[in-house]
């Protein structure tokens, strides 16, 4: 009796460990990790590593394709709008735009000078340039003072004869860089003569007599 409890209670062990092995590997085989079966056939690099999870580096991804795609589409309808007309196709004359943009620059240039030129008048090349300074010694009991009242300055004060050039013209002289303004007169200041105030007597002195000297006036 006891031999035969024996026996029946390991049979039962054994069909509870058969049972429970079986669900094991049904579980496994659902779950999708069954071990023996990704070692049996895993695919293999030629290094001998398992390749499972790696990507298909050979593959062509499809946003590439897409752009390439889009690219000739592109291409197709912009020769299609040339072919009819509606887009001029650019000229690959580079030599003859850079001849048109050298002539319109010049004639720019050309037209700004006549414009300078133009607002000046020549009043001859005959005139006599003397120089006096501000102090008593060239401007008598009015030194420091203009004729017009205006305060005297350096290279912009010139002494004029009113009936030839009139007060407040602008003056420009050959041979010198500034643009006077007829602001004073002088006893010895008649006809084609102007005089250019400098700083004092010495350098009056120094510059002396300019003849033949033309003169311009702004209009």
């Known amino acids: 009796m006891r031999k ?8 039962i062990l054994l069909t509870l460990a058969a049972g429970i092995q079986a669900q094991a590997q049904a579980g496994s085989h659902i779950a999708g ?6 070692r049996d056939h895993e695919p293999l690099g030629e290094d001998g590593v398992s390749t499972v999870g790696e990507p298909d ?14 690219g000739e589409l592109a291409a197709g309808v912009g020769q299609a709008l040339v072919a009819s007309g509606n887009v001029p196709e650019p000229s ?10 050298a002539e319109t620059a010049g004639e720019a240039e050309d037209s700004s000078q006549e414009a300078v ?10 005139w006599v340039i003397t120089y006096y300074c501000p102090l008593s010694c060239c401007n008598d009991q009015w030194a420091w003072q203009t004729s017009t009242q ?20 602008h003056v420009r002289i050959g041979g010198l860089d500034y643009e006077y303004v007829a602001e ?25 007599v300019d003849r033949n000297v033309e003169v311009w006036v702004r209009k």
Not at 185 to 208: F, Q, T, Y
């Open 92 to 101: 690959t004359d580079a030599g003859a735009a850079g001849e048109d943009l």
């Open 57 to 70: 580096w050979d593959a062509e991804p499809e946003a590439v394709g897409s752009a390439a795609a889009a």
């Open 184 to 208: 004073d007169c002088g006893g010895g200041i008649k006809g084609k003569r102007i005089d250019v105030l400098v700083d004092n007597c010495s350098v009056a002195n120094r510059m002396g």
């Open 150 to 169: 205006e305060p005297m300055q350096l290279h912009h004060t010139i002494a004029v004869d009113p009936s030839v050039i009139p007060y407040y013209t």
């Open 4 to 11: 035969r409890f024996v026996i029946s209670f390991g049979m």
């Open 117 to 126: 030129a133009d607002d000046w008048v020549s009043l001859g090349d005959d």
């Open 33 to 38: 990790f069954d071990i023996r079966w990704i």
